[in-house]
């Protein structure tokens, strides 16, 4: 038998799912290759290529699809990618699906829910650093948030007195009396307690005081 007759013989013997595996690899490495070059519409295409010809399925195709999805502006698409790859057994992966999930809640003004994602991602990887700066630095924000809402909320309502004063320490500030206006208004703080709804504008008259006497 001749060479060529031997290596057709061969070709012939292999398992048609061998073929099919080697051609999804190649698709996966087309997919990875287009994402590598910011190419996220066409790393969708190529991700769902990998998904739907191929029947391939995993929590680590639905990240990278999420990450594609995000990247190319598909936010609410990335989000379901994401949410399916922290069903994922491999606690790491799921950690930074939950993280990357927040990333966009957060951007969305979703940011308890935000907050919840980035506590569940430390919850699967205490080592996500990414994470636990994202969660420390949202957590303080939220609490001061809250904290300046209560603040306003609990402010008095000001008397006519004190609203006169507020409007001479105005005129005052336009003609860069800053001292002045700060005196002005603490004066009328210790007559009047509902001066106190002017608490911002008296701590910023302190600053630029103090600024000035340096």
Known sequence: MSLNKLLLAVLLLLPASWTKVSKMNRAIDVAGESYAKAEYEVSITNHLIVLEEFGYTGQELDFDLGLSHQYAEKVDEA???YDKATQSPDKILASFAYNQGGV???????YEV??????SALINDPLNEVARHNYELLARWLQRDQEQKDKEQNKPEPSDFAKRKKAEADRMVEQ?????????MNDALAQDETVAA???FI???QEITEINEK
């Open 79 to 81: 989000l379901g990618f």
């Open 104 to 110: 966009i809640q957060g951007n969305k003004k979703e």
């Open 176 to 184: 860069f009396r800053f001292t002045d206006a700060l005196n002005l």
């Open 114 to 119: 935000a907050l919840s994602k980035f506590k």
């Open 198 to 200: 002017y608490e911002e």
């Open 203 to 205: 701590k910023s008259l």
